[in-house]
């Protein structure tokens, strides 16, 4: 290692670092051109990027086999996704079909792949997949809610892909208000079958995704009636179109919804029943069930019937965790290259980067994105082991889960989608160009704030858990770790104990200030919702009219979460010292941007004082000062690969102008001189006015 002294700094360089660079260079470009100012910040990082990608990964094994399903789909010319943004809505759903096919000749030339490897060339081929839905939710429903007669009916079918399952729930009428959808299913003893209806316009399954052209199946939700009685929504498996030429049954009224805000190669669908008839044994019935005779046996709780939507949601805060990576990753390399102003006569423009105002856009976010992939491994394998315990017959987890994951779900889907939208803002006008990339990731992932549960309802969702919890009263030792500071003997501190700005660093001081925060915002809202019932409101009244209070301390609850994610990860983390140093940085800057955002809440009641507010402030610029030199390495380590990165302005090599020039080169509009346009509106304008020149 070579260290050269300058005024007041030292540059290091390691020649072994500087090798591994270049050969990175290499396998981004063949000629291994990199961009000047992105070659400097990777040489004199200290960090050993390798290691902190493992750890993102969740191990080196979850990283080769990622890499080796990327390698797989970079080197299949069919993949390829240059000319993606330039795809009008009907070639895209081609594009999808043409790459779902391809996507299975994979899966059945490699005979099975495990669910890792599968996620992992799901991700890789980045495309809004038709058949997306059959393994994301038509599968594990069945693997969630079948029993073992049916899953070893239905699942070898669904693997092979004889047939190909949608998820058939929200309707056109309801989506987040699951119980109030509207399909029927009545069943039948005489013939031990079941009839299942959409009754009304409202009722019709809309939005589905596989559903409008794609699923030969689909589970569908409906309202079970038996003997008379409505038992609530369970799924069934419903046949839709012919195996044998693709039309509808009869009975059955499908197809797509139309144009949306993104997602343009999916095929979000809807469908109308109308008396289709399947067999008894086409209920899904591990937990609920219907004998020939009718007679309905409940399940243990009624949250069971949602698991497939706790699994869905437990996975989007790594989901949408990964998409804000992508921007970040964008939005801080093209900062890095991209030049601004001469502040100083004789000396080059300052890199955009270098302004701390862009710094305080876009370093909370690289911390937000860390963050998030840690609290989305720890709700993966928290969901892991409450599925084992449900197994078991042990539902006590349940209820703390479900609440976990919808209030996650909504904390990590609007604060990741926000984060998007100002990666793109941070990227000037260039950023508004698809060839950036990041319109197309917002337009895609924002719908992940709606699907799978409306954001507010999701956080009401988590506030009533936190409502009944603190109203039980009980101490800490009987509540689970993450609620634990509504305990009755929580100890409360009248003022956090911070006196200098780096005590803002010390994890234990964050936490508990979160701890705190979250506490205080639980009492108000509660405070609230006596209010109402103390005026003669009743349950439902009172809880509206504390509403958006719930929702406030929800969303604190979950940032408490997110911080707890992130702290705990480091605890166990196997990482070098460098790594480690920083990871507590990002960490430190997750929680102190968190109290400068939010400073009226860690504030209102004195906790914080504005001395220590302002003490606050002043160690987030210190932490940005700290971070700013390892930017560069700390979005590498996402180790997105540029083809699925897809921008010209995030490239690895930072051969921004170049490729966003060829891009618009590229354009159907430009194939020739002069568009067809001038000859069909514009030539005769032009030729009334030649005269008058």
């Not at 007041?8 to 020649?15: A, I, N, T």
């Not at 858990?465 to 100890?491: C, E, I, M, R, T």
């Not at 104990?497 to 660093?505: E, L, M």
Request: charged fraction near 20%; hydrophobic fraction near 35%; include cysteine.
């Amino acid at each position: 290692q070579i260290s050269q002294g300058t005024e007041g700094s030292s540059v290091h360089v390691d020649v072994v670092k500087v090798a591994a660079i270049m050969a990175s260079a290499t396998e981004h470009r063949e000629d291994g051109y990199m961009a000047e100012e992105l070659r400097v910040e990777r040489e004199r990082s200290r960090l050993d990027i390798e290691e902190l990608t493992y750890l993102l990964d969740g191990g080196e094994i979850f990283t080769k086999r990622r890499r080796a399903m990327v390698k797989l789909v970079v080197n299949d010319p069919l993949f390829n996704q240059d000319d993606k943004y330039f795809l009008s809505h009907e070639e895209a759903l081609d594009n999808g079909m043409m790459k779902s096919v391809r996507y299975i000749e994979i899966l059945k030339d490699k005979g099975s792949l495990n669910p890792a490897d599968n996620h992992f060339l799901r991700s890789a081929i980045n495309e809004e997949l038709p058949v997306g839905l059959h393994f994301g939710m038509f599968i594990p429903t069945i693997e969630g809610q079948g029993t073992e007669e049916q899953k070893a009916k239905w699942l070898p079918l669904a693997k092979n892909f004889d047939i190909i399952g949608a998820y058939a729930q929200t309707e056109m009428g309801h989506g987040t208000y699951v119980r109030g959808l509207e399909t029927t299913a009545t069943y039948y003893p005489l013939t031990e079958e079941f009839v299942i209806n959409s009754p009304n316009l409202t009722s019709i399954k809309w939005w589905p995704g596989t559903l409008g052209h794609t699923a030969t199946h689909a589970i569908v939700v409906a309202r079970l009636i038996t003997k008379g009685q409505d038992h609530g929504v369970h799924p069934f498996i419903v046949q839709i179109r012919s195996l044998e030429d693709h039309k509808p049954l009869p009975g059955i009224e499908v197809g797509d919804i139309g144009p949306k805000f993104g997602y343009f190669g999916m095929d979000n669908g809807f469908l109308k029943l109308t008396n289709i008839r399947i067999p008894r044994n086409q209920m899904l019935m591990r937990y609920s069930q219907v004998s020939p005779d009718g007679t309905y046996s409940k399940p243990p709780t009624d949250k069971i019937a949602y698991g497939t939507m706790v699994m869905i949601r437990a996975g989007l805060t790594i989901f949408v965790a990964k998409a804000l990576a992508r921007a970040v990753t964008i939005a801080i390399r093209y900062s890095v290259v991209r030049r601004q102003t001469q502040n100083r006569p004789g000396e080059p423009e300052t890199q955009v980067m270098d302004y701390q105002t862009q710094q305080y856009k876009l370093l909370p976010l690289l911390a937000t994105a860390y963050a998030m992939s840690f609290a989305g491994i720890y709700m993966m394998k928290k969901h892991v082991h409450v599925t084992t315990e449900i197994a078991e017959g042990n539902l006590d987890s349940l209820p703390e889960h479900h609440a976990t994951s919808a209030g996650l779900k909504a904390f990590s889907t609007e604060s990741c989608c926000q984060g998007m939208e100002l990666c793109r803002l941070s990227c000037g006008g260039h950023g508004y160009s698809q060839a950036s990339g990041i319109p197309n990731i917002y337009a895609n992932y924002s719908s992940a704030q709606t699907y799978e549960g409306e954001n507010t309802v999701m956080l009401l969702q988590t506030a009533r858990y936190l409502h009944k919890v603190f109203n039980q009263k009980l101490p800490q030792s009987q509540l689970p770790g993450d609620v634990s500071y509504l305990a009755s003997d929580f100890h409360k501190h009248i003022q956090s104990g911070a006196v200098r700005s780096q005590q803002f660093s010390d994890p234990h001081l964050l936490l508990e200030a979160y701890r705190q925060r979250a506490r205080r915002l639980v009492e108000i809202a509660s405070r609230r919702y006596q209010d109402g019932t103390g005026t003669g409101m009743d349950n439902v009244a009172a809880w509206n009219y504390s509403s958006v209070d719930w929702t406030v301390a929800a969303r604190a609850h979950c940032h408490y979460a997110v911080l707890n994610a992130f702290q705990s990860a480091l605890q166990t983390a196997e990482v070098n010292d460098n790594n480690l140093t920083i990871l507590r940085a990002l960490c430190s800057l997750y929680g102190v941007f968190g109290i400068v955002q939010y400073s009226g809440e860690f504030t209102m009641d004195g906790y914080l004082s504005t001395d220590q507010l302002s003490k606050a402030r002043e160690h987030l610029y210190f932490l940005l000062q700290t971070i700013r030199p390892e930017a560069v390495p700390l979005v590498d380590a996402f180790d997105f690969h540029d083809q699925i990165l897809n921008s010209a302005l995030g490239r690895y090599d930072g051969d921004v102008y170049r490729h966003l020039y060829e891009w618009a080169l590229r354009a159907p509009r430009n194939k020739t001189e002069v568009h067809e346009t001038y000859k069909k509106y514009l030539q005769g304008v032009l030729k009334k006015n030649k005269a008058k020149l």
